[in-house]
């Protein structure tokens, strides 16, 4: 048998057919509600103090008022451990490469990273086209510098942490999953008119589609919830067990 052409980019042409990571888990409309419904009721994490002060910070910059905007600073810093977590264990691979049992966990915890990563991209640039098509604009610094700067700093922080003690790091990404989701489920019941409103932005292929605004909302802060979940649990492990 001849061997295939060789066309031209053929790594972009290999993964073309290949769908992108999209919601964690796609849920019903009745099981985005009573997820929604079991996170309002459930009890906040007892925030570290490096979260405490990332959300004080967040608060003094965009308010307290839960805005598309503020959301929109959320999920630009939100991505940032799990490349700082995946880029932690590349290095741990340079020098465990020889043993092939620990080499092949630390590549399952860079997939999983990157899994994460990707699912916190499509809420960004969710959220980034909302906000664009909203009127008024935006100041540059406050929206566009200043969150850049947030996420490099939160970026050293947990790429540190990590590399020293992961549960540290998992504690404060779980503490920030935990702020999302519950600010999630406040933002969808302070707008019932998004119960209506339907949702057909660019990414919505990407992402999976959803039945309304607020069901996108909905199904946002059910990942963000098995976000929590993973470094919950991970607190709790060895480092790439
Ligand atoms: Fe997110
Ligand atoms: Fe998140």
Redesign the pocket.
């Known amino acids: 048998m001849p061997a295939p052409e060789i066309v031209e980019r053929p790594v972009t042409a290999a993964i073309s057919d290949r769908p992108p990571f999209g919601a964690m888990a796609h849920l019903t409309h009745d099981q985005l509600v009573e997820a929604q419904q079991g996170t309002l009721a459930s009890p906040r994490r007892r925030a570290s103090l490096s979260a405490k002060a990332l959300f004080n910070t967040m608060d003094l910059l965009y308010g307290k008022e839960r805005t598309l905007a503020k959301f929109r600073v959320l999920e630009l810093i939100?991505r940032v451990p799990y490349q700082a977590w995946e880029n932690v264990a590349y290095v741990a691979m340079t020098h465990k490469a020889s043993e092939p049992n620990f080499a092949r966990r630390i590549f399952d915890k860079v997939r999983v990273s990157r899994f994460e990563q990707d699912n916190?991209q499509w809420?960004l640039l969710i959220l980034e086209e909302l906000v664009h098509a909203q009127p008024g604009r935006l100041g540059f610094v406050r929206h566009r510098i200043v969150p850049q700067i947030i996420a490099f700093a939160y970026y050293q922080l947990s790429w540190l942490m990590y590399a020293v003690r992961p549960s540290w790091s998992y504690r404060l990404n779980a503490d920030?999953?935990d702020h999302?989701e519950h600010e999630y489920a406040l933002l969808v019941e302070e707008n019932p008119a998004w119960e209506h409103e339907a949702y057909d932005g660019s990414f919505a292929d990407d992402y999976g589609r959803c039945d309304s605004l607020a069901d996108l909302f909905r199904q946002i802060g059910y990942?963000?919830r098995l976000?929590k979940l993973e470094s919950e649990a991970n607190m709790t492990l060895k480092r790439f067990s």
Do not use: I, Q, T, W
Request: net charge negative.
């Open positions: 939100a916190e809420h920030f999953e999302a990942d963000e976000h």
